[in-house]
C-alpha cells in the first residue's frame, strides 16, 4: 500500500491498457488516454485521441464514476482556468 497523499502512477501501452483502466476507476484513481500510448479503440481499428478519451469517458459513467468538467481537470492539475497555463 501507499502512503498517505502519494500520487501511483500505471502506464500500459498494449491491449490490456482497458483492464487496467477499469482496474483503476474501480478503487478511484484517475486515468488518462492518448494515441501515444495505444492509439487502437474499442473495435481493434487505430482512432483519433478524442475517440479514446470518449471510450475512457463511457467506461467510467458505466462504472458510476463522476466525469470532472474542464474546469474541474484544470484546478486538479493546477492550470490557470483561463489560459491552461500553469497557475
Known amino acids: 500500500m501507499a ?7 500505471v502506464s500500459t501501452m498494449g491491449p490490456d491498457q482497458r483492464a487496467i483502466m477499469a482496474t ?8 488518462r488516454v492518448g494515441t501515444e500510448d ?13 475517440q479514446l478519451v470518449d471510450e475512457a469517458r463511457q467506461l467510467a459513467s458505466a462504472m458510476g464514476r463522476t466525469i470532472a468538467s474542464p474546469q474541474e ?9 483561463k489560459d491552461g497555463a500553469r497557475a
Do not use: M
Open 73 to 81: 481537470a484544470r484546478r486538479l492539475l493546477g492550470l490557470s482556468p
Open 3 to 9: 502512503p498517505e497523499g502519494s500520487v501511483v502512477t
Open 38 to 50: 495505444y492509439p487502437y479503440g474499442r473495435q481493434g481499428n487505430v482512432v483519433p485521441t478524442h
Open 24 to 31: 483503476a476507476i474501480a478503487v478511484g484513481d484517475h486515468v
